[in-house]
């Protein structure tokens, strides 16, 4: 009931994706909430959802997809620049941020090009999630080898070649991260994970200067365990 406080926070619905994938981890949208994007590791592709009441799951059905096997069997993550032109997934095999292209924004059933990958190996070996800052210029890794977020500069925006490596935050409220998210403006932060008391939490942390997670400091957390109890991902 108010926006990214998960103390509000209250179940309200659900949508069964398990026609087009049965180990769903990563969850993304377009701008609006009219698209739905998730990926999983049976499929190993992008399943797209056309939903006729933005961000409402209830009025989502199933449009098409498009499969990433060439360059990964277990795709970990989504997500999209802003107007839907590039996407980008985790490819926990290789440990990498794999880049592709979209000839219609939003549209995975248009050309789908891979483009780039970039290696995140050195700081986690398990990559499952991925975040952005609004224009790009800042990339965020988890995963649940090291637990922690780990934060890169992008001297392009939404150009993974010109990734580096900043900076990290050991957060230590989970010991199975699966997911990181931000609100609008970085200030807000949260870790999605599955080894903590509810088994399946959400754990906002707050940060001094958005978009930097040396800034960090954890707040709350919100279990989902009553719907799930292996979470992976999250969105708002």
């Known amino acids: 009931s108010t926006g990214f406080d998960l103390s509000t926070a209250s179940f309200t619905d659900a949508f069964d994706i398990s026609g087009q994938e049965l180990q769903p981890y990563g969850l993304a949208f377009n701008n609006v909430g009219t698209k739905m994007y998730v990926t999983g590791w049976v499929g190993d592709d992008i399943n797209e959802y056309t939903l006729t009441t933005g961000f409402d799951v209830s009025t989502a059905s199933y449009d098409s997809k498009v499969s990433v096997s060439a360059q990964t069997a277990k795709p970990m993550a989504v997500q999209f620049n802003t107007d839907g032109t590039k996407m980008f997934v985790i490819d926990e095999i290789a440990d990498r941020v794999l880049e592709y292209t979209l000839s219609v924004g939003f549209d995975v059933s248009s050309t789908v090009t891979f483009i780039d990958a970039f290696?995140?190996?050195?700081?986690?070996?398990?990559?499952?999630?991925?975040?952005?800052?609004?224009?790009?210029?800042k990339m965020f890794i988890c995963g649940w080898y090291s637990d922690d977020v780990n934060e890169y500069a992008l001297t392009t925006g939404f150009d993974v070649s010109t990734a580096s490596f900043t900076d990290g935050y050991a957060q230590g409220q989970d010991g199975d991260i699966r997911d990181v998210k931000f609100n609008t403006d970085g200030t807000v932060m949260f870790v999605v994970g599955r080894a903590g008391s509810g088994h399946s939490s959400v754990y906002r942390h707050t940060l001094t200067t958005g978009f930097d997670v040396s800034t960090a400091t954890f707040e709350d957390s919100y279990s989902v365990a009553d719907q799930e109890t292996s979470a992976t991902s999250v969105e708002f």
């Open 119 to 137: 290696s995140v190996a050195s700081q986690e070996t398990k990559p499952t999630g991925l975040a952005f800052n609004n224009d790009g210029t």
